[in-house]
């Protein structure tokens, strides 16, 4: 099945190939009322705009946003809301190696063994294009949960982490990388070139914190709020694992070790004195920030020949010529921080709904 | 919002708390004509039953399942399958201190916050009791997907890993920790020991690999297979991290390391020189062995008090007596082949549902 | 598919057959807090349960109903509150008749051209003893919905209908039709012991209004208050059509004669002076009462022979001896209530998702 | 909640307002390797656009469809279908009397209540313009069914029902009206005239057959393939009733009356002796002709002013300038049938879901 709609209350559906004429989100089940422009949506499309450095691809998309349904006189009326972005950089290329061999790492196998038939172009619909949406939606969302803050960062490149005794958000807009650590954000300059050179990639890690969202929120037990955050993340192109909180780190803890203690805040909420487990207990939130950690595999477009086979099963070598981002994971900050907001919005209207 | 159900079109529902009468699931939407009797699930419960060894909890629960509807004369019938388990051990104790303080680690402080109200006996439907009604659902799948055999095992335990040079599958069977290591088996036993006895816990990291899943299963983009994968194994308790194939490992390789190549099978179908992708590409299935990987934190039971507050704010310290797990990563081995089965389940009847 | 839940975020999901040991519904996403326990959901049992008066089917069902999970100290815990219903008197006959041959009007064929299987004894799933589940579940619905108060009753019976001029709310609880009118429930009696003598069957209209629901419960377009009632009460076994407001009657109407004008009110809402629409416009409640028409067939089970065919494709004839309702639509009130109270109750937490 | 989609596998979202730029849906789930498009969609388009007679609202829309995604080389790819309708026809007029009080049978108050802020400029998001859409988006399904035709028509309007002793088909194209009564025509065109001259209104029944649907189609139990066309039905603009087969009708019969006796078929198929069911029992086809009725009431704009209040509570009257249709169940022909078309597409893919 083709599913292309993500929530439960808050929803939204994304439509449009990398190649078409448009792409675009419907979001349904906004609260009436907010103040909605295109210019609350087009700042976060910026982060994710193509061709802005040397290191992200070189496609130039405006990804100009337009608002066609559910806002009237700047105010969101609770209908609908159509997002519509246009594709205006569609290079006219040769397709017939791609059209013909299978790349690997991406879904052109796995589409045609599908759908026995996939547009090509670009990837299609499997293309990180898609994600132009999925941001704009998430901008909608932001304005569905102005108590949360939510914020993203590169975390490691290659396997090159930062360090966070020098992290520093207000440096995270200040580099190509998205960036929290000066040092680190010179080091990979030079890796990511290095990459970017000799046709190669490089895989990522990205954290999200989103602070402010108040207890309570989340379900059990199968739209835990940790649940709906694994699936909304391994949803975006090219990732491979989700952590919330210490993750994996917190298989190798003992009890007394991952223990989140607690003592009486001023305000009667607790206080905790740490945050292993990512502001998440049981599926639901603990007014801790909310942490996750996703992992992006390198992109899968490189200049190295592979071994592939062809649509008829035949040998073949392919090497992925075009405009990529040698590391996909960079421009997946505001993709993930997108995600959460989307997910965190679809709880926020489920918890009203239940307790009222 | 409350939400207890799993699955689009193959979906069960499940209800119980860990002292109430009885738990169980509703499976709905299986295919008729399938054999199925209480027979074909019982050996999923009977793994994952408590009791066995001492190092899982004591508490003795025979889970017996039954089946009450949605089968005739031993096969399935296509309508709804209810499948009950009777609780028979919840020992009569004094939950006096469960009531008024909150568990570190645990969904107390979650859950009042949320509904300002819960059932605290044995952490009500917060319980990891629940994955009983899990596993007993994920045997009906099974009956759905004959064609693929699913096979989890504990990878780690408090961060000691086992050597996949000694991998043997038919050494699951034979310790108490799924362990396909006979010599990590020996280790753990120490290992687990020391922390049971001690009244600390451990965590530990589950591994599961789905063999005979064809190409093709899988949709873009909110029901990835991947996706769906994420939200079913991060909904089990105490799982703060998932991967698909390399998972965090991917994102410091480069393209060229993490490609899986392709070469022309015999059987027209290509056969991959690497899995890196986990069988899984554009959230697609490639027909390649389904790999996914789980973390799971440390019991947050202790005997070491931790410090916490009241439900009325006050200060004061817990350690959390009773019978629990001092690793409960071991007994989600047969909860994560559940939930990866009923996954699958799931997308082989919504991909024949579009593509026929 | 089979498809065996109800509802957006106030969900029940119903399983059993009627001649299996026990039927029940799973409702989940009930708000927490709210006072429930097994002897406020009896009575709406014991108004449809069989074996009353002579007008209904003989079968003898105490339809005792239990609580298995979702409750703590008498309230709702906001978790999944399992209703579970013995089956006590199946009675042992020789079906091996209804096993051969299709009833006509039953769901006999239809289920084995869809299943190629089906459990035939007393109908199995397509037996109308499902609503005791529904009837159960729409007991928890009220509690959520205290601001509303719902009555249905029977409008017609094979054709004689009720006079509006003699309709006494107090009468529908003394006589075994659910009948308002005291004067047509006399001809009543006279007309369904003709039809259960003679082993035919008559239809039935029930009538059911909804009154205390506020202005703008609903949503356009494709969950409209109007639109889930009618799937609502069109789910329920026997019914051919479903009319809200002024219904197929509105039809014949000019717009000045369809029209419900208002007048300003004490309470600075409007006063409406007509509710040809029944209490819905645009898929949304106005605050008048919401006013649904449900019809119900004969019932398919009779005594005369009819043509059909036997599984094997060859001619014979049937008549469908065993325990049957007359007049379903009689027992189809507290199913219609039930049904219109679970809605409601949906769409009252769905309106607070989005509106808060 | 606001809630646009419609479906469960095969399903579409619509978003637009009857003023804003432009309109569209998503319809997602689409089998891949599909003929379609914009060729195929705008001819049921053409049969729903406005301004074709002076028999229906003089609004003049060309509601040219354009395919965004979804498709490549003429053929489906399995991705979510975009369809994109320009509103050209906006006149700008003076809103400030329908911004101010509320329309009687409009969703003006009902939509305030709700949001308390609506796009008031022709009914917004309420307008029938929606229907657009869904008329779009049955092209799609009819395209995924080809096994099934569909054919609706006007049964009667303001009460002046066809005689079926003069069913003609062929006729249904011949006259403004979908009427397939050439006599009956003549009357409706005097009739509409007159309603139309005098600023009144008409309601209106239409009908719907669906041949061709093989037994099998449907869903215990709700997810019944009546309840579904009920719920499709009810959710179109100025509906009021759905009736399966014999509808009300059939709560008058006996059940000898109401039987559908059958005869073994020459293809071993039973032939049945009547259709009193419309094609269903127990929630599935049973390979009979899907038999719908569907009442429309009239048009709520009418010429003569009516009792209302203001926004503020004032009272006052209205009356409903602007372009209009007189009869609104005229145009609802092509809406039926694309709701009709859009059920049995999700109801073929579901059943395939399950049975394979």
Same mark, same amino acid.
């Given at each position: 099945m083709s599913y292309n709609t993500f929530g439960r209350v808050f929803r939204f559906t994304t439509w449009g190939e990398s190649h078409g004429p448009a792409l675009g989100a419907v979001v349904d089940g906004c609260p009436p009322g907010l103040t909605l422009s295109e210019g609350d949506i087009q700042p976060f499309l910026d982060k994710r705009r193509p061709g802005q450095s040397r290191f992200t691809t070189q496609r130039q998309e405006p990804d100009q946003v337009r608002i066609l349904s559910g806002t009237f006189e700047g105010r969101t009326t609770g209908t609908p809301i159509a997002l519509h972005i246009d594709n205006v950089d569609q290079r006219s290329k040769d397709y017939s190696e791609v059209a013909k061999a299978y790349r690997p790492g991406h879904a052109d196998y796995a589409y045609d063994a599908k759908y026995g038939f996939r547009d090509y172009r670009g990837g299609g619909r499997s293309s990180a294009r898609e994600t132009a949406a999925r941001v704009a939606a998430g901008a909608v969302a932001r304005a569905v949960i102005p108590e949360v803050s939510i914020l993203a960062w590169v975390e490691a490149i290659g396997g090159d982490a930062i360090d966070y005794a020098n992290f520093d958000a207000g440096e995270i807009g200040n580099n190509p990388f998205f960036c929290p650590d000066a040092e680190a954000a010179k080091r990979w300059e030079v890796l990511v070139d290095g990459a970017r050179k000799s046709g190669s990639s490089l895989g990522a890690v990205v954290a999200c914190e989103a602070t402010g969202v108040p207890p309570g929120w989340g379900a059990p037990l199968y739209a835990k709020l940790d649940s709906e955050l694994a699936a909304a993340c391994m949803s975006i192109n090219a990732v491979k694992g989700v952590e919330i909180g210490d993750g994996f780190a917190a298989a190798a803890l003992t009890g007394e070790e991952n223990a989140d203690a607690m003592r009486p805040g001023n305000d009667g909420k607790p206080v905790f004195l740490a945050n292993h487990a990512g502001g998440i207990a049981g599926g639901i939130s603990t007014g801790?920030?909310? /942490?996750? /950690?996703?992992?992006?595999? &390198? *992109? =899968? =477009?490189?200049? *190295? &020949?592979v071994e592939t086979v062809t649509r008829e099963g035949e040998a073949t070598e392919i090497m992925t010529k075009g405009r990529h981002d040698p590391c996909v994971g960079i421009r997946g900050v505001p993709v993930v921080e997108a995600m959460v907001a989307l997910v965190l919005a679809d709880q926020k209207l489920l918890h009203r709904a239940q307790i009222g």
């Open positions: 801790q920030p909310v /942490r996750v /950690r996703v992992a992006f595999k &390198p *992109t =899968s =477009s490189i200049l *190295t &020949p």
